[in-house]
């Protein structure tokens, strides 16, 4: 295999890296929360979608968004469609965001970000609490929207590096 | 005002209506499917139960080997840690040891008193099946505390078997698939076990706290707990066997009760699934 199809390969392999790391996070649960402090964890997935959505929605299809979403819900134990419902509704604020956003910038991205995780985790919250009766730990999941909004800024930053490394800075905004 | 009225809903309909680039769904088409997939689960709808086994089958086998990096990061975290305690837990073992070798004379005659005098009495003994299962997958989220285990309905694993580490009791099994199976922890929120504290015969409810303790619900105010009092099964409600130990009680500085489970929850690799039967004593 000559050294030009060698490359071209593992450039497209390199587009797969969101993808691939949604699938992996969500049967993985990548959270760190083997180290046991308390109150602390964060949602991987809930920051990449939310980066891809908003920077390049064609990386993560809504299908697959969906589909992990379901392996989500197997993972943890949830009933099947919790996870997918919060994860496109994730996919909806950013569409709307991108869509209204003429000059972006990452603190309003950040900001909207935090109103998105406290408006799809109360979803998820009311449907587990009163539909499903699963009891939940009310200071953990605030934890969990702390951490996760305080990441996104961290992974922000890196995936802004990796866009324009792979993609050229190829956006659809 | 108007105006941006209409780009709010421009904007809205653009976001959840329009297929994007290489989008093959639009995104209101698939909640809508998820809502329909939810109600569907309340309802316990048996396309969705079939479903749900035929992914976990699968993801639960595919999560095991994607979760192999992290868990040999964290393994190697807790060897780490075990190894700069050495000296110190080297010191307690034997002290331990001592203290052990002396109840286990004394527990081997009280329990060839006990099952002369239940003979006498004509009472029935309790059968075990035990069943050896390596843990798949341990879910220790902040919404969730479980793990899922290599057996299930292909092995004779059934609802409701009770999960121990070594002798101590860590879970039940709440789902079972046909090679897989997921036992919630006695430390998650949902689960609530019968238990007994000794000395004193305090029969009461162990109720998870989504931490590394169990708190007791539902005793007399004035029971006097003492720290170091044993919680153990108390076997009502038939789920298990009396007296299967499952932590100690623990006074925190502010008089709350706490139960400081035995096992340590987080580092589990192997548990044994046993089912209780009442037998007769012959």
């Known amino acids: ?173 | 005002m108007a105006t941006s009225r209409d780009d709010f809903v421009i904007a809205i309909r653009s976001a959840f209506l329009k297929k994007g680039n290489q989008q093959r769904f639009s995104l209101i088409a698939l909640i809508f499917f998820s809502i329909a997939l939810i109600a569907l689960s309340r309802f316990n709808f048996p396309a969705i139960n079939y479903l749900k086994i035929s992914l976990n089958e699968i993801i639960y086998r595919a999560s095991f080997v994607v979760s192999i990096p992290e868990q040999q990061i964290q393994n190697a975290s807790i060897a780490l840690n075990k190894h700069f305690k050495l000296y110190k837990d080297l010191e307690i073992t034997k002290k331990k040891i001592k203290q052990l070798e002396y109840e286990k004379y004394n527990s081997n005659y009280l329990n060839s008193e006990n099952k002369r005098l239940r003979k006498l009495i004509d009472e029935y003994i309790i059968k075990s099946d035990e069943l050896v299962a390596k843990v798949l997958l341990d879910k220790n989220s902040p919404f969730l505390k479980s793990i899922i285990v290599n057996k299930g309905s292909k092995d004779d694993v059934k609802l409701g078997m009770a999960v121990l580490d070594d002798q101590y009791l860590i879970g039940k099994i709440v789902e079972v698939n046909y090679s897989t199976s997921r036992a919630l922890l006695v430390s998650d929120l949902n689960s609530k076990i019968p238990i007994s504290v000794e000395p004193g015969n305090l029969l009461s409810i162990l109720s998870g706290t989504g931490k590394d303790f169990g708190k007791i619900q539902y005793t007399q105010q004035d029971f006097n707990f003492q720290e170091s009092d044993i919680v153990y099964t108390s076997g009502s409600g038939g789920i298990f066997k009396s007296g299967i130990p499952i932590g100690k009680i623990k006074i925190d500085n502010n008089k709350n009760i706490k139960v400081k489970f035995f096992s340590n929850l987080s580092q589990i690799t192997f548990v044994k699934l046993v089912a209780f039967e009442k037998e007769e004593i012959k």
């Open chain 1, 1 to 173: 295999m000559s050294i030009q199809v060698k490359k071209s390969l593992f450039k497209k392999l390199l587009t797969f890296v969101p993808l691939i790391l949604l699938f992996v996070s969500v049967m993985n649960e990548f959270d760190f929360n083997y180290l046991n402090y308390k109150y602390f964890s964060f949602n991987f997935p809930f920051i990449l979608i939310y980066y891809w959505s908003l920077k390049r929605s064609e990386s993560l299809g809504y299908g697959y968004i969906f589909v992990a979403g379901l392996f989500n819900d197997v993972t943890i134990g949830f009933p099947l469609g919790v996870s997918g419902l919060t994860y496109l509704l994730i996919c909806g604020f950013a569409a709307y965001l991108r869509n209204i956003t003429l000059r972006p910038n990452l603190i309003n991205d950040w900001m909207f970000f935090l109103f998105t995780i406290l408006f799809v985790t109360s979803i998820n919250y009311f449907l587990l609490i009163s539909i499903f009766s699963i009891e939940m730990n009310y200071y953990e999941l605030m934890g969990n929207i702390f951490f996760t909004f305080i990441f996104y800024y961290i992974f922000a930053y890196l995936f802004d590096i990796y866009l324009r490394l792979v993609f050229k800075g190829n956006k659809n905004v």
